[in-house]
């Protein structure tokens, strides 16, 4: 159940708050772009999305996130896609197709941003949200385990219930691509986030650069300081390098097993050595 400060975060995200009404209702916004956020699930969703509502013109629509549960609810692009204004913000999990992809960029003309995280981070942060989420489709197998290692476990390499990890990856692979602005999580936490606050300013001045938003070091500033936070539902810790504490050699074996060249190709290792 949400609490308050769960609803006060909505009046702000979906563009209620007095500010943010004032701006849709009495500034020009035809310069500002349609914008459709991608990530993996428990990937850095509400980090970016932070990031972008953060910025006084800019507002997510008042729609769930678009992803395979409510595939029948999206299956009509233009029912969705058509009705999108300049500063908004559509929130998704959709796997990658390129038809859909041309659809998006040439048709309705938004602006893609797909986030990512370090797959083993990915397990860890799914593994806790699945617990936490009442009529999720693997909670109740999940908690048939014994253990937080036999959980990790079938997350990683997969079961008759569970996809791998590798494959529920591979679904977003084609998102990287020069048509995509890609972020990666450990680049926006900052420090407080177990990142960096330089590298993290950068990324957020490459996006906002991406999306042709001027923002000035004020604002960067704002943004920058107040991205990570518990108002959202999903929350958990927000920090990077999790897997570092929670992995034993047997899950390290697992995981390389299945995705460690995976984590090569993403950029997070060098070789199958870590």
Known sequence: MKKLVNYVYDVERFGF?????????????????????VSIPKSGTNLLQRVLILHPMLYRRIMPTLGQRNKDYWSNWDKIFNKSKYGEIISSHIDYDESFE????????????????DPRDIVISDMHYILKKKGHGYREHLMKMSSEKEML??????????RPINQQINRFAGWVNPKVHCV??????????????YRQRAAIRELYEFLGIKINDSLLE????????????TYR??????????FDDELKVQFKTVAGDLLIEMNYEKDHSW
Not at 31 to 36: A, E, G, H, R
Not at 153 to 162: E, P, R, S, Y
Not at 222 to 233: D, E, G, L, M, V
Not at 237 to 246: C, H, L, P, V, Y
């Open 237 to 246: 810790s927000g920090k990077i390098n999790n897997w570092k504490k929670q």
């Open 222 to 233: 704002y943004i920058a300081n107040n991205c990570r936070s518990s108002k959202t539902q």
């Open 102 to 117: 041309n659809y998006i960029i040439n048709k309705v003309h938004h602006k893609i941003v797909f986030i990512t995280r």
């Open 184 to 197: 990666k999580f450990e680049d926006m936490v900052g420090n407080a986030g177990g990142g960096d606050d």
């Open 153 to 162: 476990t079938a997350l990683i390499l997969g079961d008759d219930v569970i």
């Open 17 to 37: 708050s007095p500010v943010k009404i004032w701006n849709r209702l009495f500034i020009d916004r035809g310069d500002l772009p349609k914008i459709l956020t």
